[in-house]
């Protein structure tokens, strides 16, 4: 396939956005003392374990090619995503602070040169990939999937060989693990402050690592046992460095879950579902159905979607309409008198900064996003930068931004109207952005974005490369061939 260069994929125009948040039945807890810490709710019974079951037995030949096709894709923004966020001061901090006391060099540091101990080396590909927010996305619950499974396992995969089917067989059960245990809890337990991704993402770390290094059903158990006990991640910390440590937290917390589990450090039977455990103590909604209902035949893995825009997702829809307005129009900056947006609440609870100071701030901020789009017609990184966010022609137009909440809008939806300077309004509504399920991106647009993430970081043969590695993964026969193929050489 032949990538699509910057423009042609950042400044596509679609009618595609964010699905709806299906809602889910919360089923009341069992009002019954528990008899012992491992006590079990009614409806949630046996959930830890019927879902350790079933990781063990799921076999790769078992998988349906739309989900085996969505794994790969999984795969392919990731590797993209964590070469692009490679050489930010977020990951410069980071490694800098943990360095010095780093282990054995098992494990690449994608687009970088330096290899690490697999325990640090998949937090700071996890911290690498999620710092753009431009990571996938798990429209049902805002979980970004990738950024705990594949930072662990590709950790894992350069420290003990395995195939590329085995690999994509792992990740694709690690998301199908953190997406359904999210679903069980979206959305009461994100309302009240965890970031998902975070609390739901070590489960689907500790979930792909279990299936690489063979758990049986008891230590699978225990590997989802621990993943329990280390929720990370709060809401507060959305446009500081600290969001992106919550993935990477989370795809260490979960490896380093399942390589005790693998030498029988035990957990409760049912930490999942437990009275005093984790679904119960983090959220008032539990919905264990969820989990166990449908496993092998409904594949949560098959709704993962990818952003064309580096920001929240909830900003999607106005980024969408915003650039389908500039360039249908040929809108200029001056010709703007006053931008009005209809908007779901959630995108003002997330993304209502109204004066960013810093690119992560800008993430969180639609004022930001939505002047930055009609002036450049893009929101790449370079849209999120610091430069960007306090240049002086972007401030004074998110100025003009007014972003009114109803509730009969949508969280995919928007409705945007554009007044001139000359008294005349030009109106864009949303229904689906670019990005979303019902129109996702496709494999060209994904390999551009690829590209140009990669730009500047790995020589354009080199990118080729890491694309067609991560293209035929399933042919592989070791998997650990993509983390090394990521590797920046030396200067």
């Known amino acids: ?59 790769y030949e078992d998988l349906p090619a739309n989900v085996r ?14 070469v692009g966020g490679s050489q930010h001061e977020t990951v410069v901090r980071a490694l800098r602070a ?73 990740l694709i059960l690690g998301v199908e693990t953190e997406c359904r245990i999210g679903n069980a809890v979206y959305p009461d337990h994100y309302d009240v402050g965890w970031h998902i991704t975070g609390t739901a993402g070590v489960f689907g770390a500790a979930a792909a690592a279990g299936k690489l290094l063979g758990l049986n059903e008891q230590q699978m158990v225990w590997a989802l046992g621990l993943a329990a006990s280390q929720p990370v991640g709060l809401r507060e910390s959305f446009g500081s460095m600290n969001k992106s440590f919550n993935p990477g937290r989370a795809a260490s917390n979960g490896l380093f879950a399942a390589l005790l589990a693998a030498q029988d450090f035990t957990s409760s039977q049912g930490m999942l579902e437990a009275k005093r455990g984790w679904a119960h103590t983090i959220s008032t909604k539990q919905d264990f159905t969820e989990i166990t209902e449908g496993l092998g035949t409904r594949y949560e893995a098959a709704l993962n979607t990818y952003k064309p825009f580096a920001c929240g997702i909830v900003i999607h829809p106005a980024l969408d309409a915003a650039i389908q307005l500039r360039n249908r129009y040929q809108l200029k900056p001056e010709q703007i008198a006053e931008v009005r947006l209809r908007v779901h609440p959630l995108v003002l609870e997330l993304t209502g900064k ?54 009969e809008i949508k969280p995919q939806q928007v409705d945007m109207t554009v007044v001139l300077t000359d008294g005349r309004q030009v109106h864009q509504y949303i229904q689906h952005a670019i990005g979303s399920v019902e129109v996702p991106m496709t494999n060209e647009q994904l390999e551009a974005k690829f590209s140009d993430l990669a730009e500047g970081i790995l020589p354009r043969q080199q990118t080729l490369s890491l694309l067609k590695a991560c293209w035929q993964v399933e042919q592989l026969e070791d998997a650990g061939q993509i983390a090394r193929a990521a590797r920046r050489s030396p200067a």
Request: aromatic share 6%; glycine share 6%; net charge positive.
């Open 354 to 407: 109204k004066t960013p100071t810093t690119g992560l701030e800008g993430k969180f901020s639609i004022y930001h996003s939505v002047a930055i789009a009609l002036i450049q017609g893009a929101a790449g990184e370079r849209q999120y930068s610091d430069q960007a966010v306090q240049d002086p022609a972007v401030v004074a137009l998110r100025g003009k931004v007014i972003a009114t909440v109803d509730p």
């Open 69 to 82: 096709k969505e794994g790969v894709r999984t795969l392919l923004n990731w590797v993209g995503v964590a």
């Open 98 to 170: 943990l360095q010095p006391f780093a282990g054995p060099e098992q494990a690449s540091l994608l687009g970088r040169t330096e290899r690490l101990d697999i325990m640090n080396a998949a937090f700071l590909n996890g911290v690498a990939s999620h710092i753009f927010d431009y990571d996938d996305t798990h429209l049902k619950t805002i979980i970004h999937p990738a950024g705990p499974v594949v930072s662990a396992i590709l950790a894992l995969a350069e420290y003990r060989p395995v195939k590329g089917a085995d690999f994509l067989n792992a």
């Open 1 to 59: 396939m032949i990538p699509l260069n910057r423009r042609s994929l950042l400044k596509i125009s679609a009618v595609a956005s964010a699905a709806a948040a299906a809602p889910r039945l919360a089923l009341a807890a069992d009002a019954a003392p528990a008899a012992t810490s491992a006590s079990v709710v009614a409806e949630g019974k046996d959930t830890t374990r019927i879902l350790a079951a079933y990781l063990v037995k799921a076999r």
